[in-house]
């Protein structure tokens, strides 16, 4: 199969465009007062309904672009209000379309318009809630009959409050996500809600994400989702997805995508019936004898170890393919159902492992090492006239560390203390730590000890407060070995000083301590990494 | 492919069960009262629940049937509250498994149980339902940030109180979705809800089914229903399920299910992914010359005409198979489907057209006859004293129908009056009058013009009062033509004196029909049948 369209995709590497350069302008912020002022007025069912419009249309801006966006609002009215399929599908046709060709300022209006407009009735909302405080409970000696008749009044309401506080826009949402192309659009859409709300904060348009995530968690479900088996023989179209989405570790070239689908590699992705040809999520295997130290072994091993001589896969990349889907846990049976799969196919395969990236360590421990300071700073200048501060100050070096990073020469690194220097070297431009032998020799024992700490025991509301750490352990993961000088591109440095993870998915204890994980925050580890951890608490 | 087990089969024909035959003891009343006593208890917060939960089981009955009740319970109970997937699967397995071995008693129990106590927490709802009313809606000249804050409060308490009023078993509907089998053990399970609620109007159980109903519709919209054409290359597991549910014209024996998969016929199927091999609603296609006149014309129709001479094609049976999914239309796009599917297969079809029963013309018809009956004794008997009752007094039948109906031998027909005459003949045993040729012919005009009224005329909520007319113009077919002795059948006689209809769905006039039916109730028919109306509307 010719892959020639592939080919040229390669050459100007295809992203998904990110709409978060175009600037908002302050016009749009005084239409949206009014366009909320409106909505407020013709809730309260008073009257400005037609004038405020004309208003809101005159400080648009120019003619064409506004004709073209009532024309996109009238065809989206239409799509929710419609009663009779027969125009319906015309009228969703004409919405996405519209939408599609949309700027990034009409989007933005139109949405925060569906969020204002389309909403809720809540004059209606109010009248219902009244007559349901009208209710009374039924008396504890009441007979059958009445107290039927009773809950028959509870249920009625609710079922009518139920109804009432169910957005116009579901009715929206609903029909898109049954209408072909429509559960893409929707992505499409939430999307760009998350875009807007990254530079505004709207309560609304929180509320209308919230409520699309919802729906999309459900119509999402990993029941719906068909596990498919990404090779080279798929369609070129499926492919571009693949290379345009990887997100972990960038496929550079033809050669590198064909590689990553070939002996010794598998590629599993999920996809969503309504959404053909590209995968919402998928993952890279590498077949290997042994777990992988670093991800340069994975990329680069070559010639591919013989698959019957392999006794490890390694899940080496996971990537999400649809910015709009975030927060929906799309991975979470994907790496199980993998698992599955390969052990039925490859019964030689005996370890499940993955080399993973530790993507919040150096921004945990560059805060940590500032804050630091900033308290040693502060305690000397106050001398201890402020005691509270030392509660938070904490020596998170061990003694020899400090030691070897004082020591170091002054032309190498500079710092009052052990965490300043220490500070200073990772923030220093263009990594030029890891070109001295002397600075990496000495920034591995510190820097591979709180890596382990960062892992296993810093917390956000009881879970890791590594994301991927956090998603491989409430899949049931453990956490195996963290390796030195894993990754030296530029994005592995930045995120965790070079230093990857391998997690590893014991078969038989997998649904173990994913039990224990979300039930009290046990992290499972080997004896190495508790090493690292229980080593510089001894020595605290 | 053999069909040994189908042909088995068809010995020995096959009906879903019906479990209406099951009485329901007196017992499990006081049960429920204690259950709904013991439930709003534990909602106010009282004690008692340890208590009641005792003196409840102690009134179930034997042990054995206790401790198996109990046992299915608890893993419902668990399906709901499990947080985790690991045990799910085997909480909602055994939940199902238990539910199908149990009685009709112990599931009206457990269903009762379920809308009972997996409901709504209220005091929650009304917490929610104060603060929402605390809060007021801002002033019009409000600054954005502080108007965004109050929006924000509104759509915060509306999400909590949408979730609040979420009854618990929607958790159960929403995992036994997602579960392998699950759609089908919801549909099993509503078809039990309608059952009891044919038994007893239970105000909790209602609230349940109204919302399983939402659910399911929403799970099955058209747009994750699969068209499959079904042939015997089909399985005999499939297979069985036409011959089994087939509602309109009974399947005889294999060679009647051969004849209606083979030359000349089609059979159509809508399958959801969710229950596999069992199509949900399937219709049943004759290929033919001309519309037919009679069930008799396409059932006995041998040797069927070669397909290439056949410019009709005509929808003859429409079965659906899940007796718990009534009430959700999911006929609506399969005509338009399969009109879609054969037009592209046979450009040569150039009529498509039904030949539909008319299921509730005689009861209309007949009670239509005694309520004229009754007013017309009592006219007699009070001497117009009550003159209110004439305004519901109509003469239905033409003067010479009148006539031919009063001047029959007295052996054959018995009657004050036309009407009471054609009441007492149509309630005969046997429906001794299709074997007199006088009868017949003396029944033939009132019961063909009565019939045109009642399709055209009669009407519910602006739609007509005839389910099978109903669903096909609301699909935007029109009415052709009525059929005198078109099923001779016992069924057919006693559902419409053997007169069935041929609706016609013309192209490019689908839509447009399907929204003036819809809009104004305009049922579109052809001069024939307005002829049969107009003529008796003449005469009155």
Known sequence: MSKKALSILMRARMRPNSNSNHSVSPLSLTNAVKQMQRHRNS???????????????????????????????????????????????????????????FSHENRRKLLLLLAREYDLNRSQVRELIKQYLALELP????????????????????????????????????????????????????????????????????????YLHEKLSTWLS????????????????????????????????????????????????????????????????????????????????????????????????????????????????????????????????????TLSPIPGFMQWLLSKLACQKRLAEGEMSQTLTEGSNLTFYEKILKPEEEEALMSLPKDLAMGQTGMETMF???????????????????????????CARYILQEKKRGKALDSVANFHLQNGAMVERINWMADRSENGLSQSAGIMVNYVYRLGHIEEYAHSYFSNGEIHASSDLHHYVEQSDKKQ
Chains 1, 2 share one sequence.
Request: proline share 5%; glycine share 6%.
């Open 43 to 101: 809730r309260e069912g008073q009257s400005a309904g037609g004038a405020s419009r004309e208003e809101n249309s005159a400080s648009i801006g120019s003619g064409s672009s506004e004709r073209e966006f009532m024309h996109v609002r009238a065809s989206m009215d239409s799509a929710v209000s419609m009663n009779k399929t027969e125009f319906l599908d015309d009228a969703l046709n004409n919405f996405s379309e519209g939408y599609f060709s």
């Open 139 to 210: 008396a504890d000696k009441a007979q059958v009959s009445e107290e039927e008749g009773l809950f028959a009044s509870f249920y009625r309401i609710e079922r009518n409050l139920r109804h009432a506080l169910k957005p116009v826009y579901e009715v929206l949402f609903e029909r898109l996500n049954t209408h072909p192309g429509g559960l893409r659009f929707l992505s499409i859409l939430r999307a760009d809600i998350l875009c807007i709300l990254t530079e505004e904060n709207i309560a609304s348009l929180r509320a209308l994400d919230s």
């Open 222 to 353: 990993p029941a719906t989702l068909e596990l498919h088996q990404i090779t080279w023989d798929d369609p070129a179209s499926l492919l571009e997805k693949i290379v345009a989405y990887e997100a972990v570790h960038p496929i550079s070239n033809l050669l590198d995508l064909k590689r990553r689908l070939g002996i010794g590699r598998r590629c599993f992705g999920y996809l969503h019936p309504a959404i053909p040809g590209e995968p919402l999520i998928f993952i890279e295997v590498a077949l290997l004898k042994n777990i992988a130290h670093s991800i340069q072994d994975v990329l680069e091993d070559s010639p591919p170890i013989p698959e019957s001589e392999t006794t490890c896969a390694l899940f080496y990349s996971i990537s999400s393919t649809q910015p709009g889907l975030a927060g929906i846990n799309l991975g979470k049976f994907l790496i199980k159902r993998v698992i599955t799969l390969v052990k039925r196919e490859m019964p030689h395969i005996s370890t499940f492992a």
């Open 424 to 450: 200073n070297l990772l923030t220093s431009t263009s990594y030029k730590w890891i070109h001295s032998s002397e600075l990496v020799s000495v920034l591995k024992s510190p820097l591979m000890h709180l």
